[in-house]
């Protein structure tokens, strides 16, 4: 089967990574006041960051509604493909999967996945898939072989300040204040698709940052060396590269793949955030 990956923009892949995995995605609308635009089309991490300082506010994001995917869908089938996997940002976070699965279902060999994942965290899957594709698997082993990784993907990050939680009403303001006043900086992971809080660390960024990587590398420690992510709001080279050593280190994981966060997920995390995604059911 000739088939197609396709996802959100949520996905945060580089251009690079889209050429050679052959992704689509479906742009995810990001709202800046009045005006509307299209995640990793005509909106950068730097508008984002502009509009929260000269505003006060957090710019909206928004799905995209099932006709559209439904022509997104179609474009490919009428190229030829057999048949289309698509997948979601975490259905309890947003209406994308809605969406799409609303759309899928009036098209032959179109399949939604819902990850419950957001960024590189659903990516893993997408580029797992096309793996499977490669291999020769058709549609329906791919997305059954998908859907059993799921439950073991290892989405978190460390945020560097909770002004955009607060904002999104993700957090009190008391919280808000505690948390810059003791310079308290929380590990955000998915439970369940789900967003939860996890450990909190105490002290700078470049130090706090350290302490995540390996916190989360000692607590999933059984990871898929295959591939990594390492996807941020435009963190200081110096840490990443540090990030990058630690991971080379503790588990050699055979790929090291480093992008950087579109516009719908910095609208909700902020400048400085850092994580480190993969999926942890290796032996």
Same mark, same amino acid.
């Given at each position: 089967m000739k088939i197609k990956i396709t996802g959100d923009s949520t996905l945060d892949l580089s251009k690079e990574l889209l050429e050679k995995y052959k992704i689509s995605l479906m742009p995810l609308e990001v709202s800046l006041g009045e005006d509307t635009y299209l995640d990793g089309v005509n909106i950068t991490r730097e508008d984002i960051y502009n509009f929260e300082k000269q505003t006060g506010k957090l710019p909206k994001t928004a799905a995209r509604s099932a006709y559209v995917y439904k022509e997104f869908f179609e474009s490919f089938?009428?190229?030829? =493909?057999?048949?289309?996997?698509?997948?979601?940002?975490?259905?309890?976070?947003?209406a994308s999967h809605q969406s799409a699965s609303q759309a899928a279902k009036d098209l032959n060999n179109? =399949?939604?996945?819902?990850?419950?994942?957001? #960024?590189?965290?659903?990516s893993l899957l997408a580029l797992y898939a096309w793996e499977l594709a490669q291999e020769g698997?058709?549609? $329906? $082993?791919?997305?059954e072989l998908v859907k059993n990784r799921i439950p073991y993907v290892q989405t978190s990050f460390i945020i560097d300040t909770l002004n955009y939680l607060y904002k999104g009403g993700r957090c009190s303001k008391l919280q808000l204040l505690g948390a810059n006043l003791l310079k308290i900086k929380p590990t955000i992971i998915m439970k369940n698709g789900k967003l939860d809080v996890g450990k909190k660390f105490k002290g700078p960024m470049h130090k706090v940052i350290i302490e995540y990587v390996n916190h989360i590398l000692d607590s999933y420690n059984t990871p898929d060396l295959s591939r990594v992510f390492i996807t941020h709001t435009d963190a200081p080279d110096e840490i990443v590269q540090e990030v990058k050593n630690i991971l080379k280190e503790k588990f050699a994981f055979k790929e090291?793949? $480093?992008?950087?966060?579109?516009?719908?997920?910095? #609208?909700?995390?902020?400048?400085?955030?850092l994580g480190i995604l993969y999926i942890n059911d290796g032996q």
């Open positions: 089938l009428n190229q030829g =493909y057999d048949a289309v996997i698509h997948f979601n940002i975490s259905s309890l976070i947003s179109v =399949y939604a996945i819902d990850t419950l994942a957001l #960024s590189t965290g659903s698997k058709d549609a $329906e $082993e791919i997305v090291i793949l $480093e992008t950087t966060a579109g516009a719908t997920i910095t #609208s909700h995390c902020g400048r400085g955030t």
